[in-house]
């Protein structure tokens, strides 16, 4: 039997390729509602819009009306929110909407999904997606890594890190930017619903996504948009501070793992168990792209205030509840993934010029 999913937030990184995941797994209804802010683009949707695979539904998860509406209507299985304010420079620049859209939109959404599940609606699961930022940061203790003897045994293969501590799902929350600030509001609002009302709601906490689709403001693809432009890369601090990358398509397992199998009131944490030093990660994507010569545009800049320093996760509670383990390897996962930025340059410079949001006017405007 086919299952319908609301996934807030569908139109960005994370929740396109979490779309195109469930579309390809064959059994699942989709109804993505994005309110389309900068970081929101349809493109990435176009070929699954035109075929009619999925309906979207243009809105803020912070209008109860619409949410209300969009759940009476097509009456979800599961409430996937992805939707957020995501980039932790803008954060610090404006937090207001990270507080509207992740602490109060998030708030406005399990409002509107309690009131669906009163109405008789089956929720089965509600997934917040959330983030490893809440836990705050880890210190380096290492000039390189060094190996992880228990998580190398729960892995199956050599993990080896910058630092001794990791972060479990129950390690305390100690937000260090407005937008992960904002992110640990949200989740201590959602598991408050559980608690309170018996909403069925899971918690997913991942480390940094790499992959398609990702906009180019992140690390990864800004610095190979401006490898391939010639332009210089602009690296913060002396480019020492850690994170561990995870394959997009890893975490939207996980998060898939969670919907169907997670225990209500749960946070599952997420890692790729690839930790970089973010000078040697720049070095990686140079070496990657063919543009050797790009190693003299490495720029220096001012640090990011507050600039958390080391991200490293223990999953064990998603790979012993979930059955859950990250597939991909980062040197393959991270070159094919420069093949997917070198192969669709327009997708880049569309949103570089920002004619990508052309594309919601013209296939809606009529509508
Ligand atoms: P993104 O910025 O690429 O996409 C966010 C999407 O949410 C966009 O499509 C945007 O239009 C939409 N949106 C924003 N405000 C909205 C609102 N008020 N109502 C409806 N839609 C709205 O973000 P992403 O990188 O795909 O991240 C998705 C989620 O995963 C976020 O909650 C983020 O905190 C979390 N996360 C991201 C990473 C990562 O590495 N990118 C890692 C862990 C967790
Ligand atoms: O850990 C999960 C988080 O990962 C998510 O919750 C966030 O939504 C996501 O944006 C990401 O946060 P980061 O701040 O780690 O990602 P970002 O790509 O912005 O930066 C990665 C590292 O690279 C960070 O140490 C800052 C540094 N950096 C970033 C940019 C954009 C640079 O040195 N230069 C840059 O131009």
């Known amino acids: 039997m086919s299952r319908t999913f609301l996934v807030t937030g569908g139109a960005g990184f994370i929740g396109v390729n979490f779309v195109k995941m469930l579309l390809e797994n064959g059994d699942s209804n989709v109804v993505v509602l994005d309110a389309l802010t900068y970081a929101g683009n349809l493109e990435s949707l176009r070929s699954e819009i035109q075929d009619g695979r999925i309906t979207f539904v243009h809105g803020d998860?912070?209008?109860?009306?619409?949410?209300?509406?969009?759940?009476?209507?097509?009456?979800?299985?599961?409430?996937?929110?992805?939707?957020?304010?995501?980039?932790?420079?803008?954060?610090?620049?404006?937090?207001?909407?990270?507080?509207?859209?992740?602490?109060?939109?998030?708030?406005?959404?399990?409002?509107?999904?309690?009131?669906?599940?009163?109405?008789?609606?089956?929720?089965?699961?509600?997934?917040?997606?959330?983030?490893?930022?809440?836990?705050?940061?880890?210190?380096i203790d290492f000039e390189s890594p060094v190996v992880n003897a228990v998580l190398s045994e729960k892995l199956g293969r050599q993990v080896a890190l910058y630092g001794r501590e990791v972060f479990h799902h129950d390690s305390p929350l100690r937000p260090s930017s407005p937008y992960s600030a904002s992110k640990a509001s949200a989740d201590?609002?959602?598991?408050?619903?559980?608690?309170?009302?018996?909403?069925?709601?899971?918690?997913?906490?991942?480390?940094?996504?790499?992959?398609?689709?990702?906009?180019?403001?992140?690390?990864?693809?800004?610095?190979?948009?401006?490898?391939?432009?010639?332009?210089?890369?602009?690296?913060?601090?002396?480019?020492?501070?850690?994170?561990?990358?995870?394959?997009?398509?890893?975490?939207?397992?996980?998060?898939?793992?969670?919907?169907?199998?997670?225990?209500?009131?749960?946070?599952?944490?997420?890692?790729?168990?690839?930790?970089?030093?973010?000078?040697?990660?720049?070095?990686?994507?140079?070496?990657a792209s063919g543009h050797p010569e790009a190693a003299d545009t490495i720029t220096y800049v001012g640090d990011r205030p507050g600039h958390d320093l080391r991200y490293a996760i223990d999953a064990s509670l998603a790979m012993d509840e979930l059955g859950w383990r990250p597939r991909h390897d980062f040197g393959s996962g991270l070159r094919a993934t420069v093949r997917w930025y070198m192969a669709n340059r327009p997708w880049v410079e569309r949103i570089v010029s920002g004619s990508y949001r052309d594309y919601y006017t013209k296939m809606y405007s009529n509508r």
Request: aromatic share 10%; hydrophobic share 40%.
């Open 61 to 139: 998860i912070a209008d109860r009306a619409l949410v209300d509406a969009t759940l009476a209507q097509y009456r979800p299985d599961y409430i996937v929110n992805f939707a957020a304010e995501s980039h932790v420079d803008r954060s610090v620049t404006d937090p207001r909407p990270f507080v509207e859209t992740n602490v109060l939109g998030t708030q406005t959404l399990l409002d509107s999904a309690r009131a669906y599940v009163a109405s008789g609606g089956r929720l089965e699961k509600f997934v917040q997606i959330s983030t490893d930022e809440v836990y705050g940061d880890l210190s």
């Open 188 to 287: 201590m609002m959602a598991l408050a619903y559980h608690r309170t009302f018996g909403l069925p709601v899971v918690i997913t906490r991942c480390s940094n996504n790499y992959g398609p689709y990702q906009f180019p403001e992140k690390l990864i693809p800004l610095m190979l948009n401006n490898i391939l432009e010639g332009r210089p890369l602009p690296v913060y601090g002396r480019g020492l501070n850690v994170r561990d990358w995870i394959h997009v398509d890893d975490h939207c397992r996980g998060v898939l793992l969670a919907a169907e199998k997670g225990r209500p009131g749960a946070v599952y944490t997420f890692g790729g168990y690839s930790e970089r030093r973010n000078i040697d990660l720049v070095h990686e994507l140079i070496a």
